[in-house]
């Protein structure tokens, strides 16, 4: 029975899955790949052995070993803080253990330049200049904007171990013991992928160490290109960020698929018991980790309400948005949008094991940790030309930087919801004849449809606080929130740029709420 | 709309394995097992945890190929060693899993539907059909419900009427009762009987549990750890057990024959 002698509709039945997969990862091998590989070309193509030799420079490597050192940094911090926060609040059964987490989590849906500036109102020129500025500062910014992502990883882990084996080992051991010898070990794959997350995000950040006064190295290969127009040398620049990017993405493959189911929201969070009376002791440490957990959120965000208060900033602002905010949304929710539409093939597919998609998928991830500076040159170098004028010189171009950076969002998101269903309900429906787009329209995606939003919300959350790629390419006049606010912290009015720091902290607490609404509605559809 | 030509399906037996053979990773799962299912008949494929049942249902429906052997439907190849040559989709099936697989998003009336559109029923029949099913299995109130607003008992009706509204070739049924009350499954057993034998559509019934496959079964194969140890109706297992293993397997069931199951006694489970 070959394919030639099918009628058509049956031999497009039977194509539906590969050729709808084939068509997805195109898509993603072209948001990825074609920016990398221009950049490649481009270098080889501009007397790429004069522009290799900037490498060997003293001052480049020395750059290079203290971007490494501080993104190590980050991540030790962020694992410090992360890890035995993560581990209680996944145990913990207090009301409000979800607000905590959400809030907790907020600094990671903001630019981290921006949390560095409301730490710096908030310490004052003085104690800032003492204990902000210089790589300590930066380390210990980054380190505590990003521990979120290791909670939360660590807490959604530990959540989804069954309560059977904590009561077994609670039987013999104390808590704290059942915590180091039961716990840890089956939310550390969990904690080592939150771990390699944060190092690529360090590794890739731009707007700290500058505002900071620390200069990395993905500020090296920005300044190269801003200030001398040097896309060679920028480009050469680019060639140990490309395989930093590749190692961590051999030590995603190696930590496996499991551990990644975390990244998304397997269960939401689970319905606490009703709380008890706390003994004094343990009320006294529940303070101490609440403090853990939400000071750092709170504070840098207190910093810049002061300061646009007491500046009378709100008053001036309308004027100095613009059209940012309007930029940032449609941007924002055009990439969610694509994203998402991919996430839904993709996310599946690479459920289902689909060859096809495991390599589109690693691309995607590719996206995610080749330093942002990385691609964001690739676009230019692969869309900044007279034929092509008309993407990069509108919001397009802002849109594919954001499905080739945070794709890996979208597609892990909604894999995380198909995963939790039984496959059989797919395998039940073609069985009885539904065709693979009939399957997928049908059943999966509404079936889940709150992990598709999910994605969709999360894809948009990280789109908006996107300022590390979109800085080297948005079109003229189109600036988003997070760039403008970047561009004008250069050029003082501390005020002005905490009134603004203050809107783009709403957009994110509007999305974010969005987020939360959905994990804390009850599954009208429990699969 | 399926994949195989209905001039095949005339006298072939409505399913058929032959000398089929899986490996998971150094495991064999499927050693040679060779099973033929006849037009109207019911198969009970009986055997303990890990002997392959599970496995057996999804190379028939085409969820996995064989690494040897072959599997046809009415007669016509659809899985050949390392491929699968006839999609799901195209078998013309049903199936009824462990778990049902009920669509939680669409009502009773929408998990009936979906095969009968997929294969291009036209509207004023599925319609037809549909209230028919339910009426068949009492459950014609309850056709705008969801599966989570419906009692264990009702939801596994759903699940053999989703199959069996679809008129299918044969219908796979991978211990649908085992999740069941004991006093529950002694009377959807004689639900399932009756369905199946007044639309005389073959089925591979795939249980552990013996009293199932004694009340359903028109013949009973055993499977031992990937193979069809014995095949036969269950007076002739019972007279001339092959194995001592498919002596104890069938030593709980009471003689003289088929009996709707009841309590299991105290002993070692097979599940």
């Not at chain 1, 990825?32 to 420079?57: C, E, K, M, N, Q």
């Given at each position: ?527 | ?16 394995l032959d000398a089929v053979a899986l490996r998971y990773g150094?495991r064999d799962v499927l050693a040679g097992l060779t099973l ?9 494929l009986?055997g303990?945890?890990g002997s392959g049942k599970s496995t057996v249902v999804r190379l028939v429906?085409?969820l996995a190929a064989p690494d040897a052997g072959e599997v ?7 899985s050949?060693a390392g ?121 591979l019934?795939v ?14 194969a055993?499977l031992e750890a990937g193979r069809v140890v ?42």
């Amino acid at each position: 029975m070959g394919a030639h002698t099918l009628e058509p509709a049956r031999w497009w039945r039977r194509r539906q899955e590969p050729l709808v997969l084939a068509v997805v990862a195109l898509l993603v091998a072209a948001a990825v790949l074609v920016p990398l590989v221009s950049l490649a070309a481009g270098v080889f193509a501009r007397d790429g052995a004069a522009a290799f030799a900037v490498l060997g420079s003293p001052r480049v490597r020395t750059l290079f070993a203290r971007s490494l050192a501080l993104a190590a940094a980050a991540t030790v911090l962020a694992l410090a803080a992360g890890l035995p926060l993560g581990l209680w609040l996944g145990r913990a059964t207090f009301r409000g253990r979800r607000v905590v987490l959400l809030v907790h989590a907020f600094p990671l849906f903001l630019p981290p330049f921006l949390v560095a500036l409301g730490w710096f109102h908030l310490l004052g020129r003085t104690g800032a200049r003492v204990l902000l500025f210089g790589p300590a500062g930066v380390g210990a910014v980054l380190g505590f904007a990003f521990a979120p992502l290791v909670t939360a990883l660590v807490a959604l882990a530990v959540e989804a171990v069954d309560p059977a084996l904590v009561d077994a080992a609670r039987a013999v051991a104390r808590p704290a013991r059942v915590a180091t010898h039961v716990l840890l070990p089956l939310a550390w794959p969990a904690a080592a992928l939150g771990g390699l997350v944060v190092f690529v995000l360090a590794f890739s950040e731009l707007g700290v160490p500058l505002f900071l006064g620390v200069t990395v190295y993905p500020a090296e290969v920005f300044v190269r290109l801003a200030a001398f127009g040097n896309l060679a040398e920028a480009t050469a620049l680019c060639v140990p960020l490309v395989a930093v990017g590749w190692l961590v993405l051999v030590l995603e493959r190696a930590l496996g698929a499991r551990p990644l189911a975390a990244l998304g929201l397997r269960s939401g969070l689970r319905a606490p018991p009703p709380p008890a009376a706390a003994p004094r002791g343990r009320r006294l440490a529940r303070a101490a980790a609440l403090s853990l957990a939400l000071a750092p959120a709170l504070l840098p965000l207190a910093g810049l309400a002061w300061r646009a208060a007491a500046g009378h900033a709100f008053a001036h602002l309308g004027g100095r948005l613009g059209d940012s905010v309007a930029t940032s949304l449609a941007a924002g929710a055009a990439g969610a949008t694509a994203i998402t539409a991919l996430a839904l093939v993709l996310g599946h597919a690479v459920v289902r094991r689909r060859r096809v998609a495991a390599v589109a998928d690693a691309l995607a991830v590719l996206g995610f940790v080749v330093p942002a500076t990385v691609l964001a040159l690739g676009l230019v170098a692969a869309w900044n030309r007279p034929a092509t004028r008309l993407v990069y010189g509108s919001l397009a171009i802002l849109v594919l930087g954001f499905v080739a950076r945070y794709a890996v969002v979208g597609v892990r998101t909604f894999a995380v919801a198909v995963a939790q269903a039984s496959p059989h309900l797919e395998e039940a429906a073609a069985a009885h004849g539904g065709s693979y787009l009939q399957r997928l329209a049908r059943i999966v995606v509404p079936l889940h449809a709150r992990g598709a939003v999910a994605a969709w919300l999360l894809a948009f959350l990280f789109c908006l606080r996107d300022v590390e790629t979109a800085i080297l390419y948005y079109p003229p006049g189109r600036d988003p929130l997070p760039v403008r606010i970047f561009a004008l912290e250069a050029n003082g009015g501390d005020a002005l740029v905490a009134g603004l720091s203050l809107v783009q902290v709403a957009l994110t607490a509007a999305a974010l709420a969005a987020v939360a609404a959905l994990l804390l509605v009850r599954r009208r559809h429990p699969a | 709309m399926t994949g195989i030509p209905s001039a095949a399906a005339a006298a072939a037996p409505a399913l058929a394995l032959d000398a089929v053979a899986l490996r998971y990773g150094p495991r064999d799962v499927l050693a040679g097992l060779t099973l033929s299912v006849g037009a109207g008949e019911v198969l009970a494929l009986l055997g303990p945890s890990g002997s392959g049942k599970s496995t057996v249902v999804r190379l028939v429906l085409g969820l996995a190929a064989p690494d040897a052997g072959e599997v046809r439907v009415g007669g016509a190849l659809v899985s050949s060693a390392g491929r699968v040559v006839v999609p799901p989709e195209e078998r013309g099936l049903g199936v009824v899993f462990q778990d049902l697989a009920l669509w939680p998003h669409l009502t009773v009336r929408g998990n009936l539907a979906f095969g009968l559109s997929a294969r291009g029923v036209p509207r004023h029949d599925r319609h037809r059909r549909i209230d028919a099913m339910l009426a068949r299995v009492g459950l014609s109130d309850r056709a705008a419900c969801r599966p989570g607003e419906l009692s264990g008992g009702e939801r596994q009706r759903v699940a053999i009427a989703r199959a069996l509204v679809l008129e299918p070739r044969a219908v796979l049924l991978d211990e649908p009762l085992s999740s069941l009350d004991v006093l529950l499954r002694r009377e959807l057993v004689i639900v399932f009987r009756a369905l199946l034998h007044e639309r005389g559509i073959p089925a591979l019934y795939v249980t552990h549990e013996p009293r199932e496959a004694a009340a359903l079964g028109d013949r009973i194969a055993v499977l031992e750890a990937g193979r069809v140890v014995q095949e036969g109706t269950l007076d002739a297992l019972r007279a001339r057990p092959a194995s001592p293993f498919v002596e104890q397997l069938l030593a709980d069931l009471t003689p003289p024959g088929p009996a709707p199951p009841g309590p299991a006694p105290p002993g070692p489970a097979h599940g």
